[in-house]
T-cell receptor
């Protein structure tokens, strides 16, 4: 298994509260990604990072922010959680090049009540 | 941007049956194509990939051929097992989000004894 750890694995929070999800890698890969998985939508890209302090938006970035202060850590923050952000969140890492596959963590199941 | 369409299922097969999961894509340029598998409660795992037209990816008895003329990358297996029950995702490399992948919505496969 690629060395990717997501924390927490499960979280229940209330609407309007801030939430931070953490992704930690031990592979020293440059690229890191956050996806969300929802029934009927597959996986959709939220944000990605191409280096320390270098991040950019994906397809569904509204309501989310990210930070990457170290190569190994990529944080996803919901500033004010809403019920529509109830989902399973996956972190992934990759090397460079279009041939490089993504390697995924085991996900964080977030429920916003 | 690039997009992927795959049959949504669920697909139910008896053990030792032949499996086909259809995947077609729309893309500019020459993307790489991937199949991922997700077992319950886990992240996505790379199953196979193909990086150019007419390439055949294969792994664990599964195979898929990159068909540029039909823009397809159908997944096949000659004899499925109960342990193949999972959700299968077709994906292709994006052109403007680092090396992110664009995923289809997933096809659920259930193999019965």
């Amino acid at each position: 298994d690629a060395g990717i750890t997501q924390s927490p694995r499960h979280k229940v929070t209330e609407t309007g509260t801030p939430v931070t999800l953490r992704c930690h890698q031990t592979e020293n890969h440059r690229y890191m990604y956050w996806y969300r998985q929802d029934p009927g939508h597959g996986l959709r890209l939220i944000h990605y990072s191409y280096g320390v302090k270098d991040t950019d938006k994906g397809e569904v970035s509204d309501g989310y922010s990210v930070s990457r202060s170290k190569t190994e850590d990529f944080l996803l923050t919901l500033e004010s959680a809403t019920s529509s952000q109830t989902s399973v969140y996956f972190c992934a890492i990759s090397g460079t090049g279009n041939n490089s596959p993504l390697h995924f963590g085991n996900g964080t199941r977030l429920t916003v009540t | 941007g690039n997009s992927v369409t795959q049959m949504e299922g669920p697909v139910t097969l008896s053990e030792e049956a032949f499996l086909t999961i259809n995947c077609t894509y729309t893309a500019t340029g020459y993307p790489s194509l991937f199949w991922y598998v997700q077992y319950p409660g886990e992240g996505l795992q790379l199953l196979l990939k193909a990086t150019k037209a007419d390439d055949k990816g294969s792994n664990k008895g599964f195979e898929a051929t990159y068909r540029k003329e039909t823009t397809s990358f159908h997944l096949e297996k000659g004899s499925v097992q109960v342990s193949d029950s999972a959700v299968y995702f077709c994906a292709l490399s994006e052109t403007n989000s680092g090396y992110a992948l664009n995923f289809g919505k997933g096809t659920s496969l259930l193999v019965t004894p």
